[in-house]
């Protein structure tokens, strides 16, 4: 395995000692920081879709409920590049240690806080801009959680192994959504609806509470170790001013974030707005049942991110998250068809998106972050994940079960395929200026 080398002195001796990094130990940090924050993203996200149309928003037809619902669960993704913007500043003033502990300080206080929010019939509407007012604070605080790890363990990884050291940090998402679809399983199989409806919901976000506690002692550890440190501070991984990033750098924040579109269109489609259509207009299929198949997908998804590490060390990041758009937009064909023709072929639409979602997502992030640059390639890879999701991702459910419902099933695919011509544009655009440059 290789290492990352920082120098220190010994004053004792008055010579040079060189300690080593391993990037494995880097990683560790990564997908535990990762899979916490996913898992937090996750259950609010399957509550959105199962449980909060009934608790929050009672007094409209389902359909608008569960719309309502998505809307709110995108807030955190309006509010996520602010909070990226004022922890940096914290950052630049206080360091590190003292962003990230705040950051997720408040993600952990503001995901509990939605478990004690009362229901519509408690509060009435107080109740629905208490659980808005939260899901913010959680956008926020995701903006705020940037470590910068996997921009270091990607500087520092070797050359031919990159693809294989960005997969790395993917790899939290399946994790985080694999024990958030289990616990919600578990709650559906072991409560009857009435008590899930009024109190079994609030429990994942006391699990979600606890993991942030773990993962942000995990992160701790290295964000405030000496080699790391210097680490970071040798490659220039530190705060610039965004201003300042977008005069110099600006067209390459947007293709960055284009350049993810289909991976991100995708994530919700396979993850949280089926849940609501099966919901909405299949009642009688176990949501149990339907779950377990997307934890199975999950599985499929963690194998895919694996395996994009390898193929785009054979055939380059760019060219695979090109490919996987290609491959995106033929699924997009036939996804709406699989998804409205049963229980077969809803296992076919979950599995296969899956599948899929694993082996673009794995380099989705981070794939043109080369041409930041050192000096701004740490708030760089920030915002431009950041707006990645906010267009990709953020009102996907949304727009999807809307398209379904005013619409049918077959814009569905429309969706995804503007996500697949989002990327291979950017990924165009990215090559010609480095053709030019």
């Not at 996997?150 to 050291?165: H, V």
């Not at 993850?271 to 934890?295: H, K, M, R």
Request: aromatic share 14%; hydrophobic share 55%; glycine share 12%.
């Amino acid at each position: 395995m290789s290492t990352l080398a920082s120098t220190t002195t010994d004053h004792d001796h008055g010579v040079k000692a060189t300690s080593e990094i391993a990037p494995g130990e880097i990683a560790v940090g990564v997908v535990v920081g990762r899979a916490s924050e996913y898992f937090d993203f996750f259950v609010y996200g399957i509550a959105s879709a199962l449980v909060f149309p009934r608790v929050f928003f009672p007094f409209l037809d389902r359909v608008e409920g569960t719309l309502a619902a998505f809307a709110v669960f995108a807030l955190a993704f309006v509010a996520r590049p602010l909070g990226t913007v004022l922890f940096m500043w914290i950052q630049s003033r206080w360091g590190l240690a003292t962003k990230l502990t705040a950051a997720l300080f408040l993600l952990g206080t503001a995901t509990a806080g939605i478990a004690f929010v009362p229901g519509y019939e408690t509060l009435g509407v107080v109740s629905i801009g208490l659980l808005a007012g939260f899901r913010l604070l959680q956008g926020v605080a995701l903006g705020g959680s940037w470590d910068g790890l996997p921009s270091l363990l990607a500087l520092n990884a070797p050359k031919e192994r990159r693809g294989w050291y960005a997969m790395l940090g993917q790899l939290g998402a399946p994790v985080g959504f694999i024990v958030a679809a289990g616990v919600f399983a578990f709650l559906y199989a072991n409560l009857s609806l009435d008590d899930l409806l009024a109190w079994g919901w609030r429990y994942p976000f006391f699990v979600a509470f606890a993991l942030n506690v773990v993962a942000l002692f995990a992160r701790l550890r290295l964000v405030v170790a000496e080699e790391y440190t210097h680490k970071m501070t040798e490659l220039e991984l530190q705060p610039t001013p965004v201003a300042e990033l977008v005069r110099e750098k600006g067209r390459h924040v947007v293709i960055g974030a284009f350049a993810a579109l289909a991976s991100y269109a995708l994530f919700h489609i396979v993850t949280i707005f089926p849940l609501s259509y099966l919901a909405l207009f299949a009642p009688e299929q176990s949501v149990v049942g339907f779950l377990l198949l997307q934890v199975l997908g999950a599985f499929l998804a963690a194998g895919g991110i694996v395996a994009s590490g390898f193929i785009a060390d054979r055939i380059g990041r760019a060219r695979t998250l090109g490919s996987l758009a290609v491959a995106i937009a033929m699924y997009s064909g036939f996804a709406p068809t699989l998804l409205g023709a049963g229980g077969a072929g809803q296992a076919v639409f979950i599995l296969l998106g899956f599948a899929l979602l694993g082996l673009s997502y794995g380099q989705a992030a981070g794939a043109v972050t080369a041409n930041f640059g050192r000096h701004y390639r740490y708030t760089g890879a920030a915002l431009t994940s950041d707006l990645a999701w906010l267009i990709g991702a953020a009102f996907a459910p949304l727009v999807a079960l809307w398209l379904c419902a005013e619409f049918g099933l077959v814009w569905i695919g429309a969706y995804l395929l503007s996500g697949a011509i989002g990327t291979l544009a950017a990924l165009g655009v990215n090559r010609m200026l480095r053709l030019k440059s």
